[in-house]
T-cell receptor, first 112, second 113 residues
Framework: AQSVTQPDIHITVSEGASLELRCNYSYGATPYLFWYVQSPGQGLQLLLKYFSGDTLVQGIKGFEAEFKRSQSSFNLRKPSVHWSDAAEYFCAVGPRYSTLTFGKGTMLLVSP | KAGVTQTPRYLIKTRGQQVTLSCSPISGHRSVSWYQQTPGQGLQFLFEYFSETQRNKGNFPGRFSGRQFSNSRSEMNVSTLELGDSALYLC????????????FGEGSRLTVL
């Protein structure tokens, strides 16, 4: 069965500092991997996705993620965090978009 | 272009009642998926509809059902509500089923008392 682990429930980062959110997955075949962001009272917005090819993928809002098959990881990074990035971030894996298995999420807090 | 619209946004029900939630996808999107979000279990896949046919179903009891209409609008129904059904129910639509990016609505927050 497929699963996603986001080991950090909360992370606090100073504004302007770099960010890395961890994601480890378990999946039997080549996975489709995603990062979504959810602001309070909002639905989920897709930040980026990986299907195949270049293992470093660029997304919206300055985010990037690197797929490492040997480590079963798909960590999300941003070089400089802005206060508006405060939200909950979800990593997801699936055979395709519509039947995704999500991690429990990481809440990002940004301190001034 | 209007986004995914879910109604109602908030509702309160009592145990044993049933509830129907509605989702209007983005115009032109034929695939609609439903997810349940709770603090304990996180986001869990409920089901997916494409062209009025249920294509996939998650691991939920038969009390959870859904349907899709010819205009791609979808409804989900939960019968015999339990306290544990309190959750945010998220609908997502996509343009081309398996290959289309999911666009999520803001959700319907159900509270069961």
């Amino acid at each position: 069965a497929q699963s996603v682990t986001q080991p950090d429930i909360h992370i606090t980062v100073s504004e302007g500092a770099s960010l890395e959110l961890r994601c480890n997955y378990s999946y039997g075949a080549t996975p489709y991997l995603f990062w979504y962001v959810q602001s309070p009272g909002q639905g989920l917005q897709l930040l980026l996705k990986y299907f195949s090819g270049d293992t470093l993928v660029q997304g919206i809002k300055g985010f990037e993620a690197e797929f490492k098959r040997s480590q079963s990881s798909f960590n999300l990074r941003k070089p400089s965090v802005h206060w508006s990035d405060a939200a909950e971030y979800f990593c997801a894996v699936g055979p395709r978009y519509s039947t995704l298995t999500f991690g429990k999420g990481t809440m990002l807090l940004v301190s001034p | 272009k209007a986004g995914v619209t879910q109604t109602p946004r908030y509702l309160i029900k009592t145990r044993g009642q049933q509830v129907t939630l509605s989702c209007s996808p983005i115009s032109g999107h034929r695939s609609v998926s439903w997810y349940q979000q709770t603090p304990g279990q996180g986001l869990q896949f409920l089901f997916e509809y494409f062209s009025e046919t249920q294509r996939n179903k998650g691991n939920f009891p038969g009390r959870f059902s859904g349907r899709q209409f010819s205009n791609s609008r979808s409804e989900m129904n939960v019968s015999t509500l339990e306290l544990g059904d309190s959750a945010l129910y998220l609908c997502a639509s996509s343009l081309a089923g398996a290959t289309g990016e999911l666009f999520f609505g803001e959700g319907s927050r159900l509270t069961v008392l």
